[in-house]
């Protein structure tokens, strides 16, 4: 029998191994293990998301700042910095305007249903005082109609 020590020692060395390994190599080692056996390669897609190796957080990127650089969350948390300053002002004038843009356009697109919703309201209106005014001119002469003696 072995004792727990030895079997801890064996599971430390395979770990320090695969923890040098690049990351490319892992995620070979992944799709290997799901072609042989679909634990394997789970816990390896497990192991490589707990490292942060597989997300956006990468530590071989020398940033923690995540998949697109430093996202900051000032001006409604929509932009970046780019490094520059004009053109960071530049995107966010853009940004409000297109903004402004899109809040006018819905307006626009609102009048527009509701121009479209009242003037079928309208004609069914009055088609019905139509049908109305039809169905009382016809109750109004008599059953048998003029006679002709």
Same mark, same amino acid.
């Given at each position: 029998?072995?004792?727990?020590?030895?079997?801890?020692?064996?599971?430390?060395?395979?770990? &320090?191994?695969?923890?040098?390994?690049?990351?490319?190599?892992?995620?070979?080692?992944?799709?290997?293990?799901?072609?042989?056996?679909?634990?394997?390669?789970?816990?390896?897609?497990?192991?490589? %998301?707990?490292?942060?190796?597989?997300? /956006?957080? &990468?530590?071989?990127?020398?940033?923690?700042?995540? /998949?697109?650089?430093?996202?900051?969350?000032?001006?409604?948390?929509?932009?970046?910095?780019?490094? &520059?300053?004009? %053109?960071?002002?530049?995107?966010?004038? =853009?940004?409000?305007?297109?903004?402004?843009?899109?809040?006018?356009? =819905?307006?626009?697109?609102?009048?527009?249903?509701? $121009?479209?919703?009242?003037?079928?309201?309208?004609?069914?209106?009055?088609?019905?005082?139509?049908?109305? =005014?039809?169905?009382?001119?016809?109750?109004?002469?008599?059953?048998?109609?003029?006679?002709? $003696?």
């Amino acid at each position: 029998m072995t004792s727990n020590a030895s079997v801890m020692d064996f599971l430390s060395s395979w770990y &320090n191994r695969f923890e040098e390994l690049p990351t490319g190599i892992k995620i070979a080692l992944m799709v290997l293990g799901f072609i042989v056996f679909w634990p394997i390669g789970l816990a390896v897609l497990g192991y490589l %998301f707990w490292r942060n190796e597989m997300g /956006c957080r &990468n530590k071989h990127s020398g940033s923690r700042q995540g /998949c697109w650089g430093g996202l900051n969350k000032g001006a409604g948390g929509a932009g970046f910095s780019s490094g &520059n300053m004009a %053109f960071d002002e530049y995107r966010e004038a =853009t940004l409000k305007q297109l903004e402004q843009d899109q809040r006018e356009f =819905t307006v626009f697109i609102d009048q527009l249903r509701r $121009a479209k919703d009242q003037r079928q309201f309208d004609d069914f209106m009055a088609d019905r005082m139509r049908r109305k =005014t039809q169905e009382n001119g016809s109750s109004s002469q008599p059953e048998g109609g003029p006679s002709s $003696a």
